[in-house]
């Protein structure tokens, strides 16, 4: 991961990292040494604002629950992180599947741009599928879901033959049979689209602002942990358009007021820029799922 970071790759880590955060601030600094690579390469704990009481815990134990489950992107991303959330694992045939929950994060690809020029894409007709979540009615749903269960059903049924030996089940091909009974029932029950590879979707102007200012200091951030020819310059120039962005939100948070900050020592100004970012992620999530619900 260090390779490919000191080769300016962009990088998300995610899964069972069986570390229970709670401990980490208890236990002596040579524990837990990938969180503490984390941290100090500046990448960005989605689920760390995914509510006001912290993070949801993602597994359950005959003493509680502990979050042990993480989703985390190197800095400068291209694709900003909306929001992320825990929710329960189904039983699977009536029993239970696992005992974590299920943790994923929604990021906005609209602003990475196309890999083929408009006139390459319009000349080679590339396109893309996207569903109308926000206009699906209950019976559609309702017929996606069951034609969901009914496909991973039929796929169980010739895959295995004792439904109770869960120890036989291969979670990678589980998932690649989950994705393909996703897809084929959606674009057989639910509203859909096919629109060009430069479609992008539009958001509310308050939105896009967060949004840009969300993506601008996770690429300050960036900046300042590489080391490239031309860095002093991509520095000045975002350090020159900070306050600017820092006033845009200003405007858009209520009860938000531009702190005193300085950009010298550098680590104090990383955490500065860490502490907005974080800001604006929380926030961020609040007015994405506004906007869902306004569509």
């Known amino acids: 991961?260090?390779?490919?970071?000191?080769?300016?790759?962009?990088?998300?880590?995610?899964?069972?990292?069986?570390?229970?955060?709670?401990?980490?601030?208890?236990?002596?600094?040579?524990?837990?040494?990938?969180?503490?690579?984390?941290?100090?390469?500046?990448?960005?704990?989605?689920?760390?604002?995914?509510?006001?009481?912290?993070?949801?815990?993602?597994?359950?134990?005959?003493?509680g629950s502990s979050r042990l489950d993480y989703i985390w992107s190197s800095p400068g991303f291209p694709a900003p992180g909306l929001f992320s959330q825990v929710v329960a694992c189904p039983d699977l045939l009536n029993h239970p599947f696992t005992d974590h929950k299920v943790l994923t994060t929604i990021f906005d690809f609209s602003f990475c741009l196309a890999i083929l020029a408009k006139s390459r894409l319009k000349q080679k007709k590339e396109m893309r599928t996207i569903f109308s979540y926000t206009s699906i009615t209950v019976e559609q749903w309702t017929n996606f879901t069951t034609e969901v269960d009914d496909s991973l059903g039929v796929y169980l049924d010739r895959q295995y033959s004792s439904r109770c030996d869960f120890s036989s089940l291969s979670l990678d091909r589980m998932w690649h049979a989950l994705k393909a009974a996703i897809l084929s029932a959606a674009i057989e029950t639910l509203p859909f689209q096919k629109v060009s590879n430069t479609y992008r979707h539009l958001y509310s102007p308050e939105l896009t602002k967060l949004i840009a200012i969300n993506k601008f200091l996770d690429r300050f951030l960036y900046r300042l942990t590489t080391r490239r020819s031309n860095r002093p310059i991509q520095i000045s120039q975002m350090t020159t358009a900070l306050p600017a962005h820092l006033a845009n939100l200003a405007s858009l948070l209520p009860d938000y007021s531009v702190p005193t900050y300085s950009t010298t020592p550098i680590s104090e100004f990383k955490s500065f820029l860490r502490s907005q970012k974080n800001l604006v992620s929380a926030f961020l999530s609040t007015k994405f799922a506004q906007h869902l619900t306004d569509s």
């Open 1 to 63: 991961m260090i390779l490919l970071l000191n080769f300016y790759y962009f990088v998300i880590i995610l899964g069972d990292f069986n570390i229970d955060e709670v401990a980490y601030s208890n236990y002596p600094p040579n524990h837990f040494k990938l969180l503490r690579l984390l941290f100090s390469w500046f990448f960005t704990d989605h689920q760390a604002h995914s509510s006001i009481d912290g993070p949801d815990p993602t597994f359950l134990h005959d003493n």
